[in-house]
């Protein structure tokens, strides 16, 4: 009996390992992370990045070299360019310059961090236009093979009729051309549940931006924090373990550490340790 009972663990903790190495290679870097130390050495950031056993990046720009340049660094590097980012102007103005910097990379997701407006106030004109560039843009990149995700920055959970602005872009937007990727620290910043929200739209968001919050810290619906807010991921209250566990029971494939402090570069490996230890 005794033996049966130790080849159960054994073959449940290999599992477990086996599940932990998957998770542990659809998990990415956010560029901006290292945005100080690439304005010094791109080639050495690059180089850290694969030190850090990391494969997957959500960037956009080339920092100033020759697109072929740094894609050759990026290949020298292993390092996959999963997603770009895209600003709202482009995508409004010039969504096919936004379908042909997503091909240069070889990124299946554009996603958009933020819809211009006056700080402190977040308009209903301001959303139904981001929602028809959306729609309008997400279509031509879905014809292009690319996906679109929306990143929320916090001012979209403003109270709205009987839930919130966001709730309202979830409604409008045509989710054939337009979906979510989640940074769990702007959506517990302005007060809301990362794991409720991905339970409450379990279709819509694809991708993660994980990041945790320094407890204590007051949050707002402004879309703004202090950098040194970000601290190594479960040091903080965002409560990441279970956000984990719940966008791998819904299937969610990328995952990207975005580290907006002044330490990242010390931060970024304690995070990553802290990932592959989750038990899923």
């Known amino acids: 009996m005794y033996s049966i009972f130790t080849r159960i663990a054994a073959l449940c903790f290999a599992l477990n390992l086996t599940f ?7 998990i990415g870097l956010q560029l901006y992370s290292l945005r100080n130390e690439f304005k010094q050495d791109v080639p050495g950031t690059l180089a850290k990045i ?9 960037g956009g720009g080339s920092y100033g070299l020759p697109m072929e340049e740094y894609k050759k660094l990026l290949k020298q590097n292993n390092l996959v360019m999963a997603s770009v ?10 969504p096919q310059k936004v379908v042909d910097n997503a091909k ?22 301001e959303i ?27 001012y979209e959970f403003r109270p709205y009729e009987k839930g919130t602005m966001f709730d309202y872009m979830v409604k409008k937007t045509d989710p054939r051309y337009v979906n979510f990727e989640m940074d769990v620290f702007w959506v517990k910043h302005p007060g809301q549940d990362p794991v409720a929200l991905l339970k409450k739209y379990p279709k819509r968001f694809l991708m993660l931006h994980l990041k945790d919050r320094e407890p204590g810290t007051p949050g707002n619906q402004e879309g703004r924090a202090p950098d040194e807010t970000n601290v190594v991921l479960g040091k ?35 995070s990553l340790e802290f990932l592959r230890r989750i038990k899923y």
């Open 20 to 26: 932990n190495a998957a998770v542990a290679q659809n």
């Open 236 to 270: 903080g209250d965002v409560g990441i373990a279970a956000i984990m566990r719940q966008a791998k029971k819904m299937g969610i494939k990328y995952y990207f550490i975005e580290d907006e402090s002044p330490k990242s570069v010390e931060q970024i490996p304690k």
């Open 85 to 94: 980012g895209a600003g709202f102007e482009e995508l409004e103005k010039d």
């Open 128 to 154: 139904n236009r981001a929602i028809d560039v959306f729609n309008s843009a997400g279509k031509l990149l879905a014809e292009n093979g690319i996906k679109f995700c929306y990143h929320p920055h916090g």
């Open 50 to 58: 694969k030190q850090w056993k990391i494969t997957l990046i959500e």
């Open 104 to 125: 240069a990379f070889g990124a299946k997701y554009v996603m958009c961090a933020w819809v211009p407006h006056k700080e402190g106030n977040f308009t209903m004109d």
